[in-house]
């Protein structure tokens, strides 16, 4: 099973500023297959990047991810108060599907 | 639109059985994966495990392998996830989910908007 790392466990900044998240895993993603979601209390996950860099249907331009093989990034270019939510990623190379612990990101 | 609707909110005891659903609509439903998440309090995501309701392929994560039985009803176009004996540690927050396809490896596309699962005596 590929387990995946994400830090920071928490990234606190103010609107405006620049979010970068990392995702590590332990064996390489096959073929990029790895997922960046957003989850806000109370509320459901939403996919935000698939295949390590495509955005999903409706979401800003502001997020972009990047990455390959075991090292993987979510950059939040410039933050807007509806961006401070808790964000996973999740690897679907493999048969079994793995998500990594969270990042936090709080206001500053 | 596709919408995944869940069944509402459980309160059950330790050994009891529960069987939540997901019903899928604006979309195939026998032509796209879908499965399951766990969510337990103040925690992180966990994958349970996903099914193809066209032929009813399975596919269990091992931490949820012999623990729980995913299912799907093409004819309603209903998948469900169900336990025969309740711990109190599957206390947590179930996410009906769905793949951007038919062909795996694929991303979740699509969530359901959860159901909670309380077991307490």
Same mark, same amino acid.
């Given at each position: 099973?590929? +387990? @995946? ?11 405006? =500023? ?10 390489? +993603? ?16 939403? @996919? @935000? ?30 933050? =807007?108060?509806?961006?401070?939510? +808790? ?9 079994? @599907? ?6 936090? +990101?709080?206001?500053? | %639109? ?7 909110? %459980? /309160?059950?005891?330790?050994? %009891? ?11 195939? &439903?026998? !032509? ?13 995501? %966990?994958?349970?495990?996903?099914? &193809?309701?066209?032929?009813?392929? !399975?596919?269990?994560?091992?931490? &949820?392998?012999?623990? /729980? !039985? ?7 176009? !209903? ?17 009906? /989910? ?5 062909? /795996? ?17």
């Amino acid at each position: 099973e590929i +387990v @995946l790392t994400q830090s920071p466990g928490t990234l606190s900044l103010s609107p405006g =500023e620049r979010a970068t998240l990392s995702c590590r895993a332990s064996q390489s +993603v096959s073929s990029s297959n790895l997922a960046w979601y957003q989850q806000k209390p109370g509320q459901a996950p939403r @996919l @935000l990047i698939y295949g390590a860099s495509s955005r999903a249907t409706g979401i800003p331009d502001r997020f972009s991810g990047n990455g390959s093989g075991t090292d993987f990034t979510l950059t939040i270019s410039r933050l =807007e108060p509806e961006d401070f939510a +808790v964000y996973y990623c999740q690897q679907y190379g493999s048969s079994q @599907l793995t998500f990594g612990g969270g990042t936090k +990101v709080q206001i500053k | %639109e596709v919408q995944l609707v869940q069944s509402g909110a %459980e /309160v059950k005891k330790p050994g %009891e059985s529960l069987k939540i659903s997901c019903k899928g609509s604006g979309y195939r &439903f026998t !032509t796209y994966w879908i499965g399951w998440v766990r969510q337990m309090p103040g925690k992180g995501l %966990e994958w349970m495990g996903i099914i &193809f309701p066209g032929d009813s392929d !399975t596919r269990y994560s091992p931490s &949820f392998q012999g623990q /729980v !039985t995913i299912s799907a009803d093409k004819s309603i176009s !209903t998948a469900y996830v169900q336990w025969s004996s309740l711990k109190a540690s599957d206390t947590a927050m179930y996410y009906c /989910v769905r793949l951007q396809s038919g062909v /795996v490896p694929a991303a979740i596309s699509d969530w359901g908007q959860g159901t909670l699962v309380t077991v307490s005596s």
